[in-house]
């Protein structure tokens, strides 16, 4: 039998923490793998198709292709530690909130889950959906969770659990999640520069 739930859902970059962790560990490889250099011309190009194709998964991985399962094995825990420190101060105390009145809460990013799980192993999240990578290709995607597909990650995880979802609340800075606010009862917009909301 299916339960019916109430659910608050917060995206991470640029919601609960300044800069994108996504981008941040590339640039994180870059300076601490100096042979990484080498593939700069490569993410140039690929870079150039952000804008023609906002959803696409093969220009993503194309600008990612550098990224080994060593690095992720080496790099992220420094990373980690660093990228902590551009977390918004209210974001720890507002999810506890959420969960003492009563919500689930989720969290709902388009970061892989080697970089979102240790980076909110801190936060009291009942749920915590990421994109999706290939162990061995840490650059490939499996499933992207982005914009639209973050509805479907969303209901993906609902009906494992035999939750009926009803979203009163979603966090986010970017206009990518739309879809994810448009079926929550109220719309939080934080702004990525400041933390601070619209």
Known sequence: MQKKVNVVVFDFDGTLSASDSN???GRWCFRH????????PIVGFFSLFRKISPDGIWWRQGMRRFITKKMVHDLVPGFVKW????RFGWAADQ???EKKAGNIVVLISASPEHL??????DMKFDAILTSETESERPWKYKFLCY????????DRWAAKNKYVPHVVRSYSDSKSDTPIMEISDEQVWIDRK???RK
């Open 23 to 25: 981008f941040e560990f």
């Open 33 to 40: 793998r100096p042979l990484t250099w080498f593939y700069l």
């Open 83 to 86: 990228h902590k420190t551009n």
């Open 95 to 97: 999810v506890e909130k």
């Open 116 to 121: 979102i799980k240790p980076l909110v192993s």
């Open 147 to 154: 914009g639209k597909n973050k509805v479907i990650a969303l």
């Open 194 to 196: 400041t933390g601070l």
